[in-house]
């Protein structure tokens, strides 16, 4: 006699990324105030306990949404990664992550759900801020302030040339996909933005100083 086999429960990381998932749709279809807890749960299945148990709340929900992609480009970051990889190596490899997170379509619907309510929800924007741009900014910080302290870069204010690499990754190709303009970049059109932003980043738009010695070396 055959027995019947159950189908395997989804695992509790396949279900919170599934809500996040979905989250992210709803925030990007909605807006943060008009989605509701409700909307994510028809698109997510599961049910109000399993969100409220994991997430807290919506602002919970948002939280986690925007924490947990910055974790992903923050990987990159990882000291345990650095060993025998020159600077231009790992901002080349931070760049590629914090791009496509920034393009992904959960990020920019994230993003276009907190700018028009930034007003309203001021804890929220802080939020958003902190656990996303500013952690990478700080983490970012950190490891110039290492390859500063090896003589590799001579820098004074790494904290600022974090914000300003950062804050390259959201010049006008990220807000003509936000404002939907144009699709998320390819993958090629990625690599040239990095490398782009890299170079400038390293070694400015000169180049060389007045001796002709690479800046930085």
Do not use: W
């Amino acid at each position: 006699m055959a027995t019947a086999t159950r189908a395997k429960r989804p695992s509790k990381d396949s279900r919170r990324a599934a809500i996040l998932e979905a989250a992210a749709q709803v925030f990007f279809e909605q807006g943060y105030a008009a989605t509701s807890i409700d909307a994510v749960i028809e698109r997510s299945g599961g049910s109000k306990r399993t969100i409220y148990n994991e997430f807290g709340s919506k602002e919970g929900l948002f939280t986690a949404l925007v924490s947990e992609s910055a974790d992903t480009a923050l990987s990159a970051l990882s000291a345990d990664g650095f060993e025998g990889r020159s600077l231009e190596g790992i901002l080349l490899g931070f760049g590629r992550l914090l791009l496509k997170m920034y393009m992904s379509p959960g990020l920019i619907g994230v993003y276009r759900s907190i700018m028009p309510e930034a007003g309203r929800f001021p804890e929220l924007a802080k939020d958003f801020f902190e656990k996303g741009p500013g952690r990478a900014s700080d983490r970012l910080a950190e490891v110039l302030e290492s390859a500063r302290d090896r003589g590799e870069i001579q820098l004074e204010d790494c904290r600022a040339a974090a914000d300003h690499f950062v804050g390259m990754f959201r010049g006008n190709l990220h807000l003509r996909v936000v404002l939907g303009l144009q699709p998320p970049p390819t993958s090629a059109e990625v690599e040239a933005a990095v490398r782009s932003a890299v170079g400038i980043f390293l070694h400015g738009i000169y180049g060389d100083d007045r001796e002709g010695r690479a800046k930085g070396r």
